[in-house]
């Protein structure tokens, strides 16, 4: 007699198609806990963007659901996440009400499973509308928000478990370690990448000058000072040749601090002919859905936004990410890269431009980071971390490829300001034979690789960054750097060299090539 398959173990089988080994493990390891560990236990889940968080407690939440007789609540902090978990817990069988500010709550002794963002519920819980009584499993998605906390005492009797890609609390002021009494670490960036799960990052940093910056309340960089750094000519040019080197015909997502200096960027590439749009808060959800539909659409899309699309945007044609803003922020660094990580058949690759030097402060993405001591010990970890003075001494300007090969003649274009500077102090030399020198090397290079004064002074204009990173380590050292003493010592100093050019072309030829220079 043939066993009738009843729609459970059909749905049940499904469900285990779709998890992955590291996702059952993970499920296992979770409720391993919740089985040992007191009632009113918190634990905290950590996953990289992309290792499939939502999938892991939506088959939590089934589970649940199957063995006990409690309710389960799922939070998350926008509108959009809400809905895509909602969505997805659909997917694995589990009926959920959405408790929306709109929401009418009549129903809800139907339900087992509620979905709400935090704002909402709390407003919610204060109005009683709410039924929480029998609430025995709070799940808090992206939970390095402390939005969340002042929640927590509505369910002193529930198992919470917080997942996040970055067990580090967005307020520094909160250690995630003060709400959750444990962390279970997941697979690594690198485990899942090796594992084909993800694609691999292939970073570009620019050096940048971010001493301007000021860090406000919160930790990170104000978005005013953000913005007058971001919006100036240079760092709009030097986004520009970032993406025709390394991301022209890509599908471009780029991240900035502020609406003013995205609508910058916006202007800069449409100008240069660049399909491009631009997204931020302001815009409308019917404005949002063309604009990301468009985005989907178009190979070559370039999209630049408002750091609203680093958490519930999910597009795997994502090609190359561009940090055009500094962060402080470890959870921003991640997510803002983790946009580019979905895999595709063809896609196992994506390109980073990293603008902010946000590479030499959180290191590589993917690295090897140390969550359970990250967890343990927050503010260790960020008090170890450069200062923007110190990243750039540390930094040596590098000419980008193309540009080098136009001075193949040189074997070094490289100069050292601060080494020329403490010589020149050491011989009770005035700090003004620095630029000098300075000046003499870039002649130097730009006579090596021409033929006549007319090709030399057209390679002098195109040293303009390494002109300004000599500038900027210059006043670094005799410390004087006003933004006007600045301006005035590039203008300054390309003149000089241009200068310099023009009187010394035919005997510094001679001097490098032997010969007389063509006239």
Same mark, same amino acid.
């Given at each position: 007699m043939s066993k009738t398959i009843t729609s459970l173990e059909l749905e049940d089988r499904q469900v285990g198609k779709n998890l992955y080994s590291y996702q059952k493990g993970a499920i296992d390891k979770i409720f391993k806990c919740f089985e040992e560990a007191p009632e009113d236990y918190h634990l905290l889940y950590q996953l990289p963007t992309g290792g499939g968080k939502t999938v892991i407690f939506s088959e939590i939440v089934r589970q649940y659901l199957k063995h006990h007789k409690k309710k389960v609540l799922v939070m998350t902090?926008?509108?959009?996440?809400?809905?895509q978990t909602s969505s997805m817990l659909e997917e694995f069988g589990v009926d959920n009400k959405v408790v929306s500010s709109k929401a009418n709550l009549d129903d809800q002794s139907q339900y087992s499973c509620f979905v709400a963002m935090v704002e909402t519920l709390n407003n919610r819980l204060q109005e009683d509308k709410l039924d929480i009584s029998d609430i025995g499993l709070v799940i808090i998605d992206e939970a390095h928000y402390n939005s969340f906390t002042k929640l927590f005492k509505y369910f002193e009797k529930s198992f919470?478990?917080?997942?996040?890609?970055?067990p580090l609390s967005s307020n520094i002021k909160l250690p995630m370690k003060d709400n959750y009494n444990e962390l279970i670490v997941g697979e690594t960036i690198e485990s899942l990448i090796n594992n084909e799960f993800l694609s691999q990052a292939e970073i570009f940093s620019y050096n940048v000058g971010l001493t301007s910056l000021v860090v406000g309340a919160n930790g990170d960089y104000t978005v005013k000072s953000s913005e007058d750094l971001y919006t100036n000519n240079d760092m709009l040019t030097k986004l520009m040749q970032a993406y025709e080197e390394r991301s022209k015909g890509k599908k471009t997502l780029i991240f900035n601090n502020g609406i003013n200096t995205s609508l910058h960027v916006y202007d800069t590439f449409r100008s240069a002919g660049y399909p491009v749009a631009h997204l931020d808060n302001t815009n409308t959800k019917k404005e949002r859905r063309k604009i990301l539909k468009w985005f989907r659409d178009t190979p070559d899309a370039i999209l630049t936004s408002v750091s609203i699309l680093t958490t519930g945007f999910d597009e795997p044609t994502v090609d190359s990410i561009i940090l055009n803003r500094a962060t402080k922020s470890l959870t921003l660094y991640y997510q803002m890269i983790g946009r580019g990580s979905r895999i595709l058949?063809?896609?196992?690759?994506?390109?980073?431009? !990293?603008?902010?030097?946000? %590479?030499?402060?959180?290191?590589p993405w993917g690295a090897d980071l140390?969550?359970?001591r990250i967890f343990k010990s927050p503010n260790f970890y960020l008090d170890n971390i450069l200062s923007d003075e110190d990243l750039e001494d540390t930094f040596r300007y590098e000419m980008p490829d193309e540009l080098r090969a136009e001075f193949s003649n040189s074997d070094v274009v490289y100069f050292n300001i601060k080494e020329t500077y403490i010589d020149a102090v050491r011989s009770g030399e005035s700090s003004k034979v620095v630029l000098e020198r300075s000046i003499e090397h870039h002649a130097k290079i730009?006579?090596?690789?021409?033929?006549?004064?007319y090709d030399a002074l057209d390679l002098a204009k195109k040293l303009g960054d390494d002109i300004d990173y000599r500038i900027h380590r210059?006043?670094?050292?005799?410390?004087?750097?006003?933004?006007?003493?600045?301006?005035?010592?590039?203008? !300054?100093?390309?003149?000089? %060299?241009?200068?310099?050019?023009?009187?010394?072309f035919d005997e510094v030829f001679e001097e490098i090539h032997g010969r007389p220079a063509e006239t």
């Open positions: 902090h926008r509108i959009e996440l809400c809905r919470i478990l917080g997942v996040t890609a970055t058949h063809n896609k196992n690759t994506f390109t980073v431009i !990293d603008l902010g030097n946000n %590479l030499h402060r959180f290191g140390d969550w359970q730009c006579i090596e690789n021409s033929e006549d004064l210059y006043t670094k050292c005799i410390s004087k750097s006003t933004f006007n003493f600045v301006e005035w010592l590039k203008n !300054d100093y390309r003149m000089k %060299l241009r200068a310099y050019l023009r009187s010394n």
